[in-house]
């Protein structure tokens, strides 16, 4: 869950209840609100690639929302996550990523953010 303003996710809420946006950047009142988030590792044939993507970049590769995303049960969850695993990595991509250079030694996955994606042509 994030706030509708600034997008950064929220560590303390109540569903359907407003509260205080945590980020000292914002601080807003805001509605907690359901943004999908997505650890993935990109194969390019020569190594792999540890990243993160949010938002509708996600969404759109699941082809669901992160409401959905978030009313899995853990076992349709696992289904859910095979599945586009196997589908998405029959396709090539052309991949858009921004690296956060302060973050380049401090962790795995959020060095890399997955900003956009689309397929590529055969």
Avoid at 22 to 28: I, L, Y
Avoid at 31 to 57: I, K, S
Avoid at 100 to 106: E, G, P, S
């Amino acid at each position: 869950m994030s706030c509708d303003f600034c997008n950064k996710k929220l560590m303390f809420y109540n569903d359907n209840e407003e509260t205080d946006c945590e980020n000292p950047k914002c601080g807003k009142r805001c509605l907690p609100t359901p943004r999908a988030r997505t650890y993935v590792q990109l194969d390019d044939g020569t190594e792999l690639l540890d990243a993160v993507m949010f938002g509708d970049v996600a969404e759109n590769i699941f082809s669901c929302t992160a409401v959905q995303l978030r009313s899995y049960s853990d076992e349709k969850h696992k289904l859910f996550v095979q599945k586009t695993t196997k589908q998405s990595s029959a396709k090539k991509w052309r991949i858009q990523l921004y690296v956060d250079a302060n973050r380049t030694m401090t962790s795995k996955y959020n060095q890399f953010t997955i900003q956009a994606v689309e397929p590529m042509e055969d």
